[in-house]
């Protein structure tokens, strides 16, 4: 029987996948309360918990999966978990750090079970979860003290450790792929991906590793400072899947970003954009229209082989960015010839 790494290895070679669109975006239209966000397993607690949406994986099942499911009938092939923020660094705001495997274990189980379910209705298109590890609520590299340039409120240790019991729970919950995303600090993704490795040597398995960075602004650099193509040569390590970025830019502002990266990069290129730039409200107003035909642009160019949506967009955007691109060849990922490839805020190149 073709393992389920076989079968995305595959679907990449022969299609562009679409990935799924914001689930933050989703659940704020639920207008959840605060005894919605509790439940019953978490009416004990003091502390006000609306706003971790991570948490709607155990109080909230239902609506999670149905979410899940209104994508994967807009066209999705991989949807991502709702672990944006279920490691311990960020579930500290709301004093839940002792529930983040149970957390990232029910986010997962959602998940899957939502794809599984999609896979029997349509097996000649599988669908795939990926375990999502987010950027965490604090940063390794960068002083929070603008009057103290050397403090840090988190260590490499502390993060490893945070993404390591993340890590355990999406394993366990059935993911098929580990998605680091919405890196703004290359020094928070390292501590992603030793700790993930570090769980794979501890279980005995290999799942395929995909990265997304986040351009900060029209500086073209990370939070962290990094250009794109340094940003790449800093976790190629990790032998990812796929390399891309994702969030605080629309597809007009990343597209110059995505095409860097697919000439550099060896590995598959993705990118799930913002629905535009927010307006003065913080809202996203691109519609499904105009941000596809950025995207179908990409796709004709051969710059992709995944694309979804970050913030603001719905299923209605994955599905047009679904139909778009049908028929569509995916990115032919290049080969190099072998050279030291070095990166601080820039790369460099021994040739």
């Not at 003091?46 to 709607?56: A, F, P, R, S």
């Not at 965490?136 to 019991?165: C, G, H, M, Q, W």
């Not at 990265?211 to 990790?238: C, K, N, P």
Request: glycine share 6%; charged share 25%; hydrophobic share 40%.
């Amino acid at each position: 029987m073709t393992s389920r790494a076989e079968q995305l290895k595959e679907a990449l070679e022969n299609r562009i996948l679409v990935l799924d669109g914001a689930m933050g975006t989703m659940i704020q239209a639920l207008k959840f309360t605060e005894a919605d966000f509790r439940g019953e397993q978490f009416k004990h607690l003091n502390n006000e918990i609306k706003g971790n949406n991570d948490i709607l994986a155990i109080t909230q099942p239902e609506a999670i999966r149905d979410i899940h499911k209104e994508y994967l009938a807009a066209g999705a092939d991989i949807i991502e978990t709702n672990s944006f923020s279920a490691t311990a660094t960020s579930q500290a705001d709301y004093h839940m750090e002792d529930v983040v495997y149970d957390l990232n274990l029910a986010c997962a189980k959602v998940a899957r079970q939502a794809a599984d379910e999609y896979t029997a209705l349509t097996p000649e298109k599988p669908r795939f979860v990926a375990g999502v590890l987010g950027p965490t609520t604090r940063t390794a590299s960068i002083s929070p003290d603008v009057n103290d340039p050397a403090f840090r409120n988190v260590s490499f240790d502390e993060l490893e450790k945070s993404y390591e019991d993340a890590t355990r729970g999406l394993i366990d919950g059935g993911v098929d792929i580990i998605l680091i995303e919405t890196i703004t600090d290359t020094l928070n993704a390292k501590a992603a991906i030793f700790a993930v490795e570090t769980v794979f040597e501890e279980k005995g398995v290999k799942l395929p590793i995909m990265i997304s960075g986040t351009i900060t602004d029209a500086s073209g650099r990370t939070l962290s400072g990094q250009t794109a193509e340094a940003f790449w040569y800093s976790v190629r390590h990790a032998n990812p899947i796929s390399i891309g970025f994702n969030c605080a830019l629309g597809a007009k502002e990343l597209r110059q970003h995505i095409a860097s990266l697919s000439k550099i990069a060896d590995v598959a290129v993705s990118s799930h954009p913002n629905a535009g730039l927010p307006n003065e409200m913080g809202e996203y107003d691109q519609t499904p229209a105009e941000m596809t035909e950025h995207i179908r642009e990409w796709a004709k160019s051969g710059i992709l082989n995944i694309v979804g949506g970050c913030c603001g967009t719905t299923p209605t955007h994955i599905k047009a960015i679904s139909e778009a691109i049908e028929g569509l060849p995916p990115r032919k990922i290049p080969s190099f010839e072998p050279h030291m490839r070095l990166s601080g805020l820039e790369p460099f190149k021994v040739i």
